[in-house]
């Protein structure tokens, strides 16, 4: 019998605070990624269930734990901001389309700067845990599995949760549960 959505996640924070998670150890030792994938029309829900269960519960049954929480939407718009191309972007997807935005962002949403910039905002040797969400709103503009590819050299023991809306099975991502991404086999199910 599956689980519901409910009860995986009252499941996140004991393994968030688990000792195979913290140590940063999958099997067989590789890096600890962990990917809580959950059905897309549940999106807020997670949202919220992160903001107000989740991130209140580790300050206060974990107090010493050092987590940080990036939203990836905001990650890319700071640095659309950040290079004054925000205005532009959107100008450009009114008057040239989608394909042509999309196009010219790709070139400045590179998943290795994208990793670069997440860890000089985030002083990642220090942290305990890294949790990372809001990853559908960056589609198609960024891809996950590459993101978090370029994410692994700056990773180090620190591990890192992405909370994904779609599928993952231990081999491959599939975005909204029907784009797939690709293959992606670093990663660990944080919640069967």
Do not use: C
């Given at each position: 019998?599956?689980q519901?959505f409910n009860?995986?996640?009252?499941?996140?924070?004991?393994?968030l605070?688990?000792?195979?998670?913290?140590?940063?150890?999958?099997?067989g030792g590789?890096?600890?990624?962990?990917?809580?994938d959950?059905?897309?029309?549940?999106?807020?829900?997670?949202?919220?269930?992160?903001?107000?269960?989740?991130?209140?519960?580790?300050e206060?049954?974990?107090?010493?734990l050092?987590?940080?929480?990036?939203?990836?939407?905001?990650l890319?718009?700071?640095?659309l901001?950040?290079?004054?191309?925000?205005?532009?972007a959107i100008?450009?997807?009114?008057?040239?389309?989608?394909a042509?935005?999309?196009e010219?962002l790709?070139r400045?949403?590179k998943?290795?700067?994208?990793?670069e910039?997440?860890?000089?905002?985030h002083?990642?040797?220090n942290?305990?845990?890294?949790?990372m969400?809001?990853?559908?709103?960056?589609?198609?503009?960024?891809r996950?599995?590459?993101?978090?590819s370029a994410?692994?050299?700056?990773?180090?023991?620190?591990?890192?949760?992405?909370?994904?809306?779609?599928?993952?099975?231990?081999?491959?991502?599939?975005?909204?549960?029907?784009?797939?991404?690709?293959h992606?086999?670093?990663?660990?199910?944080?919640?069967?």
């Amino acid at each position: 019998m599956s689980q519901t959505f409910n009860d995986r996640l009252n499941q996140i924070i004991p393994r968030l605070t688990s000792p195979d998670v913290l140590a940063n150890h999958g099997s067989g030792g590789e890096i600890g990624f962990w990917i809580f994938d959950y059905p897309p029309e549940e999106e807020l829900a997670m949202r919220d269930f992160l903001h107000d269960v989740v991130i209140p519960a580790l300050e206060k049954h974990k107090p010493d734990l050092r987590v940080a929480s990036v939203n990836l939407f905001e990650l890319v718009i700071g640095l659309l901001e950040q290079r004054k191309l925000l205005d532009k972007a959107i100008e450009m997807q009114r008057t040239q389309g989608d394909a042509k935005t999309l196009e010219s962002l790709r070139r400045v949403l590179k998943e290795d700067k994208l990793a670069e910039r997440l860890v000089a905002q985030h002083d990642i040797a220090n942290l305990d845990l890294l949790l990372m969400w809001n990853v559908g709103a960056v589609y198609p503009l960024l891809r996950t599995h590459t993101l978090l590819s370029a994410l692994h050299a700056h990773m180090k023991d620190t591990p890192l949760v992405m909370f994904y809306p779609g599928k993952y099975d231990g081999f491959s991502l599939r975005l909204f549960s029907r784009l797939e991404d690709d293959h992606y086999y670093r990663a660990f199910r944080l919640v069967p």
